[in-house]
């Protein structure tokens, strides 16, 4: 028997266990959310902006399937911890958790990504789906559908405060009040909010930073006047990240839209680590070893030969390559052509005789598999084909030499969001403590399959 079998899951029961086993047939790979980790990483962040009854709501950014947890999994676990709000950028997630079963009288969800002459704005405004609008095009076309509805849309203005993304230019904005000013007094529109993002994610030891941040919150405020003076002062104002809610509390307003600390990371690794905010990476991603044998020094591996085994040594394959999502960036090599180049390659934890060990990807990254170096015997190190490894999950302490998606996105030269939400759904997502988590009319609306 094997050191590196379904490493510390904790199962709900046996259907959990059958669960499992399927996953790994149908796939060698897994990616196994903690929706307990998720759950109270949303209950921090409630208590962060001082509570349920502090006046400020926390929504849940569930865009882009969740950050690549699983959109429905995620969205109720926000729930659970707390978030009265969600938010995704493109509306038909908006409208999937709707359909999924998340009425009005749950929560509210605001979207935010479209080109304003074919979004289905009927639909949004039907679903009680809130809409961010920083278009003139944009307000055209809600207005349209609003009417033909008969039913006002609740809108979110969007400002730009220095993002240079969405929303109306403080230059623009006189030609957006004309437009939005006398349809919200007719009833079409309701103003709801007015909303921005910021540029950079806080760091209080890089004074430009703070200094560019300011700037943004200053200009957000001159929206604010201007609207008031309009007479459609929004009923709520929101700008504040994942990085703003944790370290810029004079930024709440009545809303904090964070994303990545539901999911348990810091935005920037210059922030510190997940532990330091008080957050739990809520994903492991994990994959069964292909074929592990002996080879000799100087052995090149994978394409383009980057990387020769140092000396003599066994070598393991990881069934995950770039049509997972495993970035070709986080290759390793030792050699480009005769040129002596060191990069490390993306770490991967294997369990072996001697403890827990941090090895990483040696040579290029392929379209469906990886290799790594053991830099020893496999017999010796008591690694087999079949083996459970993982390439990331919550860091737990040194001993345990786990890494996280931070350390992937160090060895693709990226951010953690784009490790996980670049995780192709080929990867069965598989959920923990989902029942202990989770009402019994939640864990009804969720795939039975995928829980652990
Ligand atoms: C993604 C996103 C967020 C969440 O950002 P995090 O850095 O993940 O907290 C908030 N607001 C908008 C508009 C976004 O697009």
């Known amino acids: 028997m094997s050191m590196n079998v379904a490493p510390e899951i904790s199962f709900s029961g046996e259907q959990g266990k059958v669960n499992y086993a399927a996953a790994l047939r149908q796939y060698p790979a897994q990616a196994i959310v903690d929706l307990k980790a998720m759950r109270d990483n949303m209950a921090h962040l409630v208590s962060v902006v001082g509570g349920p009854h502090s006046g400020t709501a926390v ?28 938010g995704t950028a493109q509306s038909h997630e908006a409208l999937l958790l709707r359909k ?15 080109n304003g002459t074919q979004v289905p704005f009927d639909e949004l405004i039907a679903a009680d789906i809130d809409v961010s609008v920083g278009s003139l095009p944009g307000i055209d076309a809600v207005a349209a559908a609003a009417r033909k509805l008969g039913k006002p849309a609740r809108v979110h203005v969007k400002v730009d405060s220095g993002f240079g993304r969405n929303g109306f230019t ?9 437009k939005l000013v006398p349809l919200a007094k ?3 529109i309701e103003i709801i909010g007015q909303w921005s993002h910021l540029a950079v994610a806080d760091s209080p030891d890089v004074p430009e930073f703070v200094a560019s941040t300011d ?18 002062a929004p009923q709520i104002r929101h700008l504040a990240n994942t990085a703003a809610t944790l370290d810029r509390p004079e930024i709440h307003f009545e809303l904090t839209r964070p994303g990545i600390g539901l999911y348990g990371y810091e935005p920037d690794p210059a922030m510190g680590t997940p532990r330091d905010w008080h957050l739990t990476p809520a994903m492991r991603l994990q994959a069964q070893l292909g074929t592990v044998k002996d080879v000799e020094a100087g052995h090149g591996i994978s394409y383009g030969r980057t990387y020769l085994t140092p000396d003599n040594t066994s070598t393991a394959i990881v069934p995950l390559g ?4 495993i970035h070709r960036s986080a290759s390793g090599f030792d050699m480009e052509g005769a040129k002596h180049v060191e990069k490390h390659g993306g770490p991967v934890r294997i369990m072996t005789t001697q ?38 999950g919550p860091g737990r302490g040194e001993d345990f030499a786990e890494p996280t998606a931070d350390d992937w ?14 995780l192709r759904n080929r990867i069965p997502r598989l959920y923990e403590h989902a029942a202990e988590v989770l009402p019994s009319e939640d864990l009804v609306k969720l795939d039975a399959s995928t829980l652990l």
Do not use: N
């Not at 770039?322 to 999502?325: I, L, R, S």
């Open 100 to 114: 999924l079963g998340i009425g009005p009288e749950r929560c509210h969800i605001l979207t935010w990504v479209y």
């Open 186 to 188: 007719e009833g079409v």
């Open 215 to 232: 700037r943004q919150i200053e200009t957000f405020k001159d929206f604010t006047r201007r609207m008031e003076a309009a007479g459609i």
């Open 355 to 392: 403890g827990a060990r941090l090895l990483r990807v040696c040579g290029r990254v392929c379209m469906d598999q990886f290799i790594v170096d053991l830099h020893g015997s496999a017999d010796e190190l008591g690694v087999h084909e079949g083996d459970t490894v993982e390439l990331f």
């Open 322 to 325: 770039y049509a997972d999502g």
């Open 59 to 86: 929504m849940g950014v569930v865009k882009a399937d969740a950050y690549g947890h699983g959109l429905l999994p995620s969205a109720l676990a926000a729930l659970a911890g707390g978030a009265t709000w969600l």
């Open 409 to 422: 996105a160090r060895a693709a030269d990226t951010i953690s969001y784009e490790i996980f939400t670049c």
């Open 170 to 178: 403080p230059a623009g904005f006189d030609a957006a009040l004309a």
